[in-house]
């Protein structure tokens, strides 16, 4: 009988199965790496948000208060609530305001900003103090 080099048909499937269950592997690596990317992405736009607002009420913090002029006093809004549409997506943010008697004497507001978006599960907070005249 003569040596015949080459591979056998089973030879060539069992190759062929292990390298499909190594590519299929790295192929799940690769979407699960994708999926986290997408999800630190929003997360990322969420701190940001809540970064930027709590900003915006430092420089102009008239949006938590109710002023009557005619009596000279003012009231805290205690919640505010409202939506951001970016990248095609809805943010809902939501101001809770409060202040206890020391931080009234300094004039001092405590300021907790969350941010979420309806389609995620997860959201993001942002606690800081603003200073009112």
């Known amino acids: 009988m003569v040596n015949q080099k080459g591979l056998t048909l089973v030879e060539v499937l069992a190759s062929l199965a292990i390298i499909s269950i190594v ?9 699960n790496s994708n999926e986290n990317a997408t999800s630190n992405n929003e997360k990322l736009v969420m ?13 102009d913090p008239s949006n938590l208060f109710i002023v009557d002029l005619e009596n000279s006093t003012f009231e805290i809004k205690e919640n505010l609530e409202k939506v951001i549409k970016l990248n095609n997506k809805d943010y809902k943010i939501s101001i809770k305001t409060s202040q206890n008697n020391d931080e009234k ?8 900003i969350k941010v979420r978006m309806d389609s995620s599960k997860s959201s993001s907070t942002v606690e800081g103090y603003i200073v009112y005249e």
């Open 23 to 31: 590519l299929l592997s790295f192929f799940q690596l690769i979407i």
């Open 47 to 59: 701190i940001y948000l809540a970064d930027a607002e709590l900003e915006r009420l430092k420089i």
């Open 105 to 112: 004497k300094m004039k001092l507001l405590n300021v907790v």
